[in-house]
């Protein structure tokens, strides 16, 4: 997502289905998925490292536990140049300025570290997915944001850690009392909200393939870990049944 190495949205090991298709879908809401994986995106961890950090080139990144000292240089073997741009995203830094998404290169050498075998004439289309993603998810952390602390005008990401092998406490309620599959990945973003940290988790999950477009929805919400995350959740929902049964 950024110069710096995370974890990130998508399922890369299912980008074989999708790759070269020219549009993507999200939502909201969660649906059914099929597998899980991490994704070893990489972000240049060392050249977003926080504020006043020294410059480092080994060892991991502290906003995210991902290794430093990646960088943009072509993969031994690959055929195909591609793009050393990045591609600056909306989502505010913990410090100064926006998160940067990685380039085309960058996510490359990431998906041959971990043994990927991938076409680079693909990976444009992989890069404009995993962006749309991440921009995706910081659109309902803004949702709930403005929804209940409408006050803070000035909300930025400050970390994040993927957790894919952690499944969260409703992705367990789906799973063994709906019948649900579990979702291919998970991550925990901290933002600032004008001062105060606040834990948001994100379950990731592979939607039905519309034609040309492969669909992947988003299920973003406050950690339980707070009176007020607690009364926002129960707000939400009691707002959500509301217009569910009077509304309709």
């Given at each position: 997502?950024?110069?710096?190495?995370?974890?990130?949205?998508?399922?890369?090991?299912?980008?074989?289905?999708v790759a070269g298709k020219s549009a993507m879908s999200a939502s909201s809401t969660p649906a059914p998925a099929a597998g899980a994986?991490?994704?070893?995106?990489?972000?240049?961890?060392?050249?977003?490292?926080?504020?006043?950090?020294p410059p480092a080139s080994h060892g991991l990144n502290p906003l995210n536990n991902i290794p430093l000292g990646i960088n943009d240089?072509?993969?031994?073997?690959?055929?195909?140049?591609?793009?050393?741009?990045?591609?600056?995203?909306?989502?505010?830094?913990?410090?100064?300025?926006?998160?940067?998404?990685?380039?085309?290169?960058?996510?490359?050498?990431?998906?041959?570290?971990?043994?990927?075998?991938?076409?680079?004439?693909?990976?444009?289309?992989?890069?404009?997915?995993?962006?749309?993603?991440?921009?995706?998810?910081?659109?309902?952390?803004?949702?709930?944001?403005?929804?209940?602390?409408?006050?803070?005008?000035?909300?930025?990401?400050?970390?994040?850690?993927?957790?894919?092998?952690?499944?969260?406490?409703?992705?367990?309620?789906?799973?063994?009392?709906?019948?649900?599959?579990?979702?291919?990945?998970?991550?925990?973003?901290?933002?600032?909200?004008?001062?105060?940290?606040?834990r948001y988790v994100i379950d990731y999950y592979s939607g039905h393939d519309e034609p040309d477009n492969p669909v992947f929805n988003?299920?973003?919400?406050?950690?339980?870990?707070?009176?007020?995350?607690?009364?926002?959740?129960?707000?939400?929902?009691?707002?959500?049944?509301?217009?569910?049964?009077?509304?309709?």
């Amino acid at each position: 997502m950024s110069q710096q190495e995370k974890e990130c949205p998508v399922d890369h090991s299912r980008f074989a289905k999708v790759a070269g298709k020219s549009a993507m879908s999200a939502s909201s809401t969660p649906a059914p998925a099929a597998g899980a994986s991490g994704c070893p995106v990489p972000h240049d961890a060392g050249a977003s490292m926080p504020h006043g950090h020294p410059p480092a080139s080994h060892g991991l990144n502290p906003l995210n536990n991902i290794p430093l000292g990646i960088n943009d240089k072509m993969s031994e073997g690959q055929k195909e140049r591609l793009s050393m741009d990045r591609e600056v995203s909306s989502i505010p830094r913990g410090d100064v300025g926006n998160w940067d998404y990685p380039s085309p290169q960058a996510f490359y050498n990431a998906l041959k570290r971990k043994g990927w075998e991938t076409n680079e004439g693909d990976i444009p289309t992989m890069v404009a997915i995993h962006n749309f993603l991440n921009e995706a998810c910081w659109g309902e952390i803004l949702k709930w944001e403005s929804k209940y602390h409408c006050d803070c005008k000035d909300v930025r990401l400050s970390r994040f850690q993927g957790r894919p092998q952690d499944l969260s406490p409703k992705a367990r309620w789906n799973i063994f009392y709906h019948g649900a599959e579990k979702p291919f990945d998970r991550h925990d973003w901290t933002v600032n909200r004008c001062g105060e940290e606040v834990r948001y988790v994100i379950d990731y999950y592979s939607g039905h393939d519309e034609p040309d477009n492969p669909v992947f929805n988003v299920d973003v919400r406050p950690a339980l870990d707070s009176p007020t995350a607690f009364f926002d959740r129960a707000r939400d929902f009691a707002s959500n049944a509301w217009n569910k049964f009077f509304n309709n």
